[in-house]
């Protein structure tokens, strides 16, 4: 099925107009990208292998950084190649592939970060009943319900704007194809279309964060029930928990509980939550976590012996 508009293609101006200062930002977004899909990879593989990390809230951990790099993957290479070659042009159904994408990954990874906060939630508070109730089958299963709410999400998106009539111009102010940017290319009225963004976007972030900032608050809450060691457990897998939830969802918030308008910030904002988040996850879990961090420098060893002999 066509879309019925009148653009073929998009004109992406990018993050900056000076090519020496384009040069500068591409030698910086390889090495973020870099980082970030090794230190990604290294915590799921850190996770499959070490036998002292099969547990449910490792088992997320994987999934969310498999999740970082494929949200990653979705738009820093094309950032990157941008920056490079001075390429501005995105074809119509390109634009509509990355928007895709993008809110796949980004909706999946929103809501496994919830699942991750019920995950704490019945291991800080109901102990007890932790294995009974956070089973493998359970955890598949919020597992693939985080992946559906994260296409389900995306299809909404997509089918919002893919059928908008875009009749020119075709100029993007901004360095990837993104909801609001795109709505201010259709010649319509696009004020109903806005709300219906902002319900699917700002609300499910809105709503989301909420709830998490809810859960972490009756985990905390709950953590004078333990010992002191439980409280220096819990404290550092929930503050390293938080730490990610603020640095995704703060700019997210800003950018989608709005009526359907851009501001120069946005560039910036888009940044920090689609390339620096997700190359910072894993520092944050790994130097918060004793076990994770422990876990990698024994892998290490391993592989350092293995070699030497």
């Not at 494929?70 to 920056?83: F, K, N, V």
């Not at 359970?138 to 319900?145: E, I, M, R, Y």
């Not at 946005?266 to 994770?292: A, C, G, H, Q, W």
Request: hydrophobic share 50%.
């Amino acid at each position: 099925m066509e879309s019925k508009n009148n653009v073929t293609y998009f004109v992406l101006l990018g993050l900056t107009k000076n090519p020496k200062e384009g040069k500068a930002l591409f030698v910086m977004f390889l090495f973020l990208y870099i980082l970030t899909v090794v230190g990604n990879f290294l915590i799921i593989v850190t996770i499959i292998v070490s036998k002292s990390l099969k547990t449910p809230m490792y088992f997320f951990l994987a999934c969310l950084s498999f999740m970082d790099i494929t949200y990653s993957s979705s738009i820093t290479p094309r950032l990157i190649s941008d920056l490079f070659f001075g390429e501005k042009t995105i074809t119509f159904k390109s634009c509509m592939t990355q928007l895709f994408t993008e809110h796949l990954f980004s909706g999946s990874g929103v809501f496994l970060l919830l699942v991750m906060a019920y995950d704490r939630y019945v291991a800080i508070c109901k102990p007890l009943h932790y294995l009974v109730i956070m089973r493998q089958r359970v955890c598949v299963v919020l597992l693939v319900v985080s992946w559906v709410g994260g296409f389900l999400h995306s299809v909404i998106q997509l089918s919002t704007v893919y059928w908008l009539p875009f009749c020119g111009p075709n100029i993007i102010d901004h360095f990837l194809c993104d909801m609001y940017p795109l709505l201010k290319l259709v010649c319509t009225d696009t004020f109903v279309i806005g709300i219906l963004v902002l319900a699917n976007g700002g609300l499910i972030c809105t709503v989301v964060f909420l709830l998490l900032l809810i859960s972490y608050g009756v985990i905390l809450h709950s953590l004078k029930n333990l010992s002191q060691e439980g409280r220096r457990k819990a404290l550092q897998t929930c503050g390293s928990h938080i730490t990610v939830v603020v640095c995704f969802f703060v700019p997210c918030i800003f950018i989608y509980v709005r009526p359907a308008k851009t501001f120069y910030i946005d560039k910036s904002l888009t940044v920090f939550y689609t390339v620096i988040t997700p190359m910072l996850n894993p520092l944050i879990y790994s130097l918060r976590n004793s076990e994770l961090t422990y876990a990698m420098k024994k892998l290490w060893k391993r592989n350092i012996i293995s070699h030497i002999k």
